[in-house]
């Protein structure tokens, strides 16, 4: 009942002051870092996603399950785009059925990622442990869908919940707070210094975005297959940048 108030007294406080602020600087320009870091993103899980479909030699139980997974970060990441508008148009507090609406998926798919990424630990520790032995991958992969998507909307509805048992007495809730805390769910902890509070929820949310963008680069470099996969389905790309990073010997 204290966490409560306590939350309901920091927006009480922060809602007059994010309304009379236009524009607020410190919301467009973390407005612009997440919106950067979802654009590179999404092409950067994309890229996973479609070289997967493309190499037969990916078609193992943990390509599969990473593909899937990137493909998760797509939609977790997409929801950095209405932070964006709000930060942009000025809207800074939308309804709260409106924001649980923009929020539940995104929110879903990330729960869904997470849990594939637990059963891809699951599958590298099986193979390590027993080399000789062959899971059967229809199986494997039915349990791993199954698991993750119900603690996806599990986690979903208590998400559901949980935030509505939180905000009793205010109706309205600012996407500033709910699209950022999509993922991680941090509650405001403090009533004197509230704004430090957003500025280091929005820094973890950064490093919350570089996570999800990593899934690329990292197969790329530390796996020799989708190295290969990733020269052969972008070649026009990795000549150009070598091209371009070539000096031309001075005479």
């Not at 508008?85 to 923009?102: D, H, Q, T, V």
């Not at 599958?123 to 119900?150: C, E, H, M, W, Y």
């Not at 430090?196 to 990593?214: A, E, M, P, R």
């Amino acid at each position: 009942m204290n966490e409560s108030w306590e939350f309901d007294s920091a927006i009480s406080e922060l809602y007059p002051l994010l309304q009379s602020e236009h524009p607020c600087w410190t919301v467009l320009i973390f407005a612009s870092i997440f919106t950067i870091l979802a654009n590179v993103g999404i092409l950067l899980n994309f890229s996973v996603l479609y070289v997967t479909i493309r190499t037969k030699s990916l078609r193992g139980t943990t390509n599969i399950l990473l593909a899937i997974y990137s493909l998760c970060e797509i939609i977790h990441l997409s929801a950095n785009f209405v932070f964006t508008y709000a930060a942009f148009s000025g809207n800074y507090f939308i309804p709260f059925k409106s924001a649980n609406c923009l929020a539940v998926i995104p929110f879903y798919a990330f729960v869904f990622g997470m849990y594939l990424m637990l059963f891809t630990g699951i599958d590298r520790l099986f193979v390590v442990l027993f080399p000789l032995k062959r899971v059967n991958n229809q199986i494997f992969l039915t349990i791993a869908f199954t698991i993750s998507g119900l603690s996806g909307f599990g986690m979903t509805i208590y998400y559901l919940i949980y935030t509505d048992g939180q905000l009793n007495s205010i109706k309205v809730l600012g996407s500033y707070f709910e699209i950022i805390r999509i993922s991680f769910k941090l509650r405001l902890q403090t009533q004197t210094r509230p704004n430090s509070t957003i500025d280091l929820n929005q820094i973890i949310g950064i490093l919350v975005g570089i996570s999800s963008s990593s899934n690329g680069p990292i197969l790329y470099f530390t796996s020799s297959e989708y190295w290969m996969a990733y020269r052969k389905e972008f070649t026009f790309f990795f000549k150009t940048l070598s091209s371009s990073s070539v000096v031309a010997p001075q005479p």
